[in-house]
Every structure is written in structure tokens, then in C-alpha cells.
């Protein structure tokens, strides 16, 4: 019954993370190129009564054993990658990721770090930059005087300047890969770092080498479904219910046996 106790707080322990989790996502459905966590678990180390296979006589085996497990615990956050719903917008500079692969920005430290979220503005500078004023790498500047921009599927950005026809090439948007995205570290603002899961950038033209293509006048908008979501928040509600009530009837059990006494 101790050992049931223990379980059970274990599972409990487990679904409050599992909560914070739904909750994160709930509260992140707006956010621009947000990806969905999802909570792993794995079962604890079991206790090895009889193994299975041990000889129960000269001529038999155990065909199952006797195993007593101890509990769950959380293992990790999975992020999942699938692709958001793209939002049409009035911004020329907006730019949304159609497939894989992420914006790279400058920190204000100088690493790099990289972002689905391609809510773009210019600063001071005329320089493309994130909604917190990071700049692209490699860095692009758009043209004081510039009427209009221009930016391909392929990542080519071109501007009009005034008393022009000619559209003007400014730079060249690219992308970043890696072999395993959910590696990635984030650290919020819409950023992601680089960790040895998810192992170095690869970076390339937008359509090459499996990354994806860009469209302007658009953002990828968060893919976290409210309606699994709130599935996923009733079966945790439940799951937690559950084992608090494994704690009750075991403290029940152990009062009856005290009463016996």
C-alpha cells in the first residue's frame, strides 16, 4: 500500500506537468510560428520479483515473471513541427515559411538564433528585422525611398524606389535546417537555439534541399488545435482525478488493516 501511495503520487506529479504543458500551448494559440509541445512520459524501474523464464520446477519455466512497477516520470517536451495556418496580411514585409526550415536573427550578443515567426518590420537602419528589433542574417536593408517590396518564393527581395519602375535587388532571404528540429532549444521571444540534438544549422536558399518556400504578405500562425487541446486538458484532469483517488482508498486500505490490530 506504501509502495501504491508512491505510484500514485508519481502519476500525480506527472499530470501536473502534463497540465502546464496543455497550458503553455493554450496560451501561445496566437502567437505567430508558435509549435505545439507535447509531454512525454516513461515508466520507472521496475522491481524484478521472479524473472520471467526462471525455473519454477525441474521441467517448467515462469512464463511471465513478477515485475512491480514504481510509478511514471516525465521524460521530456516534444515540439511538433507540422505546418500552421497560413494568415493573409496587408504587410509587405511579412513572410511566412510554406514546409520546413527557420529564419536566422542576430542576438544582441551576436550568436545567431532562429524562428518560424516572419512578422517582419525594418528599424532605424531600413534593416529587416523581428518584431523585437533583431535583424536577419545574412542582414537585408530595404531603401528609404523604396515605394514597394518584393519578396519571392524563393527568398529574392527586391524594392521599387521612388521615381523607379525597375524593381531594385536588395538581398537574399535564406533558410535553416537541421536533422532534428524538436532538438532545439527555446528560449522565448520566438526564438530557438541550437543544441547537440538538434545538431548544426544547414543553411540554404528557400525551396532547396527539402527547406521550404516563402510567401510574402503572409504569417504562419500558431498550430495548436484549442479543440485537442482541451481533449488533452480533460483527459489530464482525469488522469490526475484518478490517481488522487489510488491515494484515498490506499489510505483506506491501511486504516482497515490498522483497525484489525
Known amino acids: 500500500m506504501f509502495r501504491a501511495l508512491n505510484i500514485a503520487a508519481t502519476g500525480m506529479a506527472a499530470q501536473e506537468t502534463n497540465l502546464e504543458g496543455i497550458s503553455?500551448?493554450?496560451?501561445?494559440?496566437?502567437?505567430?510560428?508558435?509549435?505545439?509541445?507535447?509531454?512525454?512520459?516513461?515508466?520507472?524501474?521496475?522491481?524484478?520479483?521472479?524473472?520471467?523464464?526462471?525455473?519454477?520446477?525441474?521441467?517448467?519455466?515462469?512464463?511471465?515473471?513478477?515485475?512491480?512497477?514504481?510509478?511514471?516520470?516525465?521524460?521530456?517536451?516534444?515540439?511538433?513541427?507540422t505546418q500552421g495556418t497560413i494568415a493573409t496580411t496587408s504587410n509587405q514585409l511579412d513572410v511566412a515559411i510554406e514546409g520546413n526550415g527557420f529564419f536566422t536573427v542576430q542576438q544582441p550578443d551576436g550568436t545567431p538564433a532562429y524562428t518560424r515567426a516572419g512578422n517582419l518590420q525594418t528599424d532605424g537602419q531600413g534593416r529587416l528585422v523581428t518584431s523585437e528589433g533583431m535583424p536577419l542574417e545574412p542582414p537585408i536593408t530595404i531603401p528609404q525611398n523604396a515605394v514597394s517590396v518584393s519578396i519571392s518564393a524563393t527568398g529574392a527581395v527586391s524594392a521599387t524606389v521612388s521615381g523607379q519602375t525597375t524593381p531594385v535587388a536588395v538581398g537574399q532571404l535564406t533558410i535553416a535546417n537541421f536533422v532534428n528540429p524538436t532538438g532545439l532549444r527555446?528560449?522565448?521571444?520566438?526564438?530557438?537555439?541550437?543544441?547537440?540534438?538538434?545538431?548544426?544549422?544547414?543553411?540554404?536558399?528557400?525551396?532547396?534541399?527539402?527547406r521550404g518556400t516563402l510567401l510574402q504578405g503572409a504569417t504562419e500562425q500558431s498550430n495548436?488545435?484549442?479543440?485537442?487541446?482541451?481533449?488533452?486538458?480533460?483527459?489530464?484532469?482525469?488522469?490526475?482525478?484518478?490517481?488522487?483517488?489510488?491515494?484515498?482508498?490506499?489510505?483506506?486500505?491501511m486504516q482497515a488493516a490498522n483497525q484489525m490490530r
Do not use: C, W
Open 24 to 81: 503553455n500551448n493554450i496560451a501561445n494559440s496566437n502567437t505567430v510560428g508558435y509549435k505545439r509541445q507535447r509531454v512525454d512520459f516513461q515508466d520507472l524501474l521496475y522491481q524484478q520479483v521472479q524473472l520471467a523464464g526462471s525455473p519454477t520446477s525441474a521441467t517448467t519455466v515462469n512464463p511471465t515473471g513478477l515485475q512491480l512497477g514504481n510509478g511514471v516520470r516525465v521524460v521530456g517536451t516534444s515540439r511538433l513541427y
Open 186 to 210: 527555446a528560449m522565448g521571444h520566438n526564438l530557438l537555439a541550437v543544441t547537440a540534438a538538434s545538431g548544426e544549422a544547414q543553411v540554404g536558399l528557400p525551396g532547396e534541399d527539402g
Open 224 to 253: 495548436v488545435s484549442i479543440v485537442d487541446e482541451m481533449i488533452g486538458l480533460i483527459s489530464a484532469q482525469r488522469a490526475y482525478e484518478i490517481n488522487s483517488k489510488v491515494v484515498t482508498t490506499a489510505d483506506q486500505m
